[in-house]
């Protein structure tokens, strides 16, 4: 199992950034999948979740609003539009997957909200 996530970046308040998270050696289309963050001095806390088929997403009160996850099980992809971005989302951000008692992480990527 692999999870590559890409897209972060430094962007100024209000601003937007569109993470991606490619998959890989498991059946994608199979697995609901999850966005989280992790700021430094801070836990890792959930962010957002897509179910397998897409259907149904779902939002950490945080980001209700701002935030919008969805997938391309053709290209093993989920995304996470991020809208009105705020210097309190930064953080690293990691795709999961959890497959039977495994839990899969990629090796995140850096969202810096800063003017």
């Known amino acids: 199992v692999q999870l590559v996530e890409s897209g972060g970046g430094l962007v100024q308040p209000g601003g937007s950034l569109r993470l991606s998270c490619v998959a890989s050696g498991f059946r994608f289309s199979y697995y609901d999948m999850g966005w989280y963050r992790q700021a430094p001095g801070t836990e890792r806390e959930w962010v957002a979740r897509?179910?397998?088929?897409?259907?149904?997403?779902g939002y950490s009160d945080s980001v209700k609003g701002r935030f919008t996850i969805s997938r391309d099980n053709a290209k093993n992809t989920v995304y996470l539009e991020m809208n009105s971005l705020k210097p309190e989302d930064t953080a690293v951000y990691y795709c999961r997957v959890v497959i039977g008692i495994m839990t899969y992480w990629g090796q995140g990527t850096q969202v810096t909200v800063s003017s």
């Open positions: 897509i179910s397998d088929s897409g259907g149904s997403v």
